[in-house]
C-alpha cells in the first residue's frame, strides 16, 4: 500500500478494492517464486494411509511435488524410488527375479511419483503407486512442495502463514510483490512513484538474480537471500503495522512466522 502512498489505516469501505489489489501482487510474487523451482517454498510431511491391496494413492491437489523419500511411519523403513511407469509394472521381474508381472500382496517394497494433468483450477495431479500392493493397512510419510497459494481479501485477517522459508521473504517475495504495485493504475497516482522507482526495480532485479531467472546485473557482492527478521503478516508486509498473518500448513517446515 506504502508503493501508492495509501495507508491501510485510512482504508475506506469504499476504497477496500485497493486491498484485494495489494493481495493480487503478493499472489504474483508467489507464483513467481514457484516457476523458479522448489526450493523457494516450505516443505510438509504428508501422511498417507495405505489399505488393504489398494497399490495407488492420488495426493491432495495442494500438493506440486515429492521433495523427499517415501517411508513409513512406523519403523521409518524407506522405500525404493522408481523413476518409470516400466520399473513399477516389471518390479517383479526387473528387481525381484520374477518371471512375471503380478505380485501377491505384501508389505510395499518400492513407489514411484506419477504427475497427471486433471481438468480443473489446479492443472497438475499427483498420484502415489506402491509395490507390491500392502497387504495390511500402514501409514507412510513423504516430503511434498505445496503449490502456490492464492490468497483473497478474506485471508487478509486470517492466522494462516504464507509459506515461504523467512530467509527468503525481504529478500526475494516482497521485492517482486512491491514491483508489481508499480504496475498498477493506483502506482501512477502517486506523484512519489518516479524517486522509488528506480530503486524498486533493482531490489525486483535481485530477487529474480537470487531466483535465477535473470543473469544478475548487479555486482555478485551487492546481497543474496538471506533477508531477516521476525514473523510478518500480509497486512504488515505492506503497511508497516500490525495485521494477521496469510497462509500455509501447520505441518510446514521453515514456514515465515514459524
Avoid at 525481504?170 to 528506480?198: C, D, F, K, M
Avoid at 527478521?229 to 508486509?237: D, V
Wanted: glycine share 12%; with cysteine.
Amino acid at each position: 500500500m506504502l508503493v501508492w502512498a495509501i495507508e491501510t489505516d485510512h482504508l475506506s469501505e469504499r476504497y477496500s478494492y485497493l486491498l484485494d489489489s495489494a493481495i493480487r501482487c503478493v499472489n504474483a510474487a508467489l507464483q513467481v517464486m514457484q516457476a523458479a523451482g522448489e526450493d523457494y517454498f516450505t516443505r510438509s510431511t504428508l501422511t498417507v494411509a495405505l489399505s488393504p491391496g489398494v497399490a495407488e494413492y492420488a495426493l491432495p491437489d495442494s500438493v506440486q511435488c515429492m521433495s523427499g523419500p517415501c517411508r513409513f511411519q512406523g519403523d521409518r523403513h524407506v522405500l525404493r524410488r522408481l523413476m518409470s511407469r516400466g520399473e513399477l509394472d516389471g518390479y517383479g521381474p526387473l528387481f525381484l527375479g520374477k518371471l512375471g508381472n503380478a505380485l501377491a500382496p505384501s508389505r510395499p517394497q518400492a513407489y514411484w511419483i506419477e504427475q497427471l494433468h486433471q481438468a480443473g483450477a489446479d492443472a497438475a495431479r499427483v498420484v502415489l503407486h506402491v509395490v507390491p500392493a500392502p497387504a495390511a493397512g500402514e501409514n507412510v510419510l513423504i516430503d511434498v512442495q505445496l503449490e502456490a497459494p492464492g490468497y483473497s481479501r478474506a485471508d487478509y485477517c486470517g492466522d494462516v502463514v504464507v509459506p515461504v522459508p523467512h530467509q527468503y521473504v525481504e529478500s526475494i517475495l516482497l521485492p517482486i510483490a512491491r514491483y508489481e504495485a508499480t504496475r498498477s493504475y493506483h502506482a501512477l497516482q502517486n506523484p512519489a512513484q518516479g524517486a522509488v522507482l528506480p530503486q524498486l526495480k533493482e531490489f525486483h532485479d535481485r530477487a529474480l538474480a537470487i531466483l535465477g531467472l535473470v543473469r544478475p546485473s548487479m555486482d555478485a557482492g551487492s546481497g543474496g537471500p538471506g533477508g531477516s527478521g521476525g514473523a510478518r503478516a500480509l497486512g504488515a508486509s505492506y503497511a508497516g503495522g500490525a495485521g494477521a498473518g496469510v497462509a500455509g500448513s501447520s505441518t510446514a517446515t521453515g514456514g515465515y512466522n514459524q
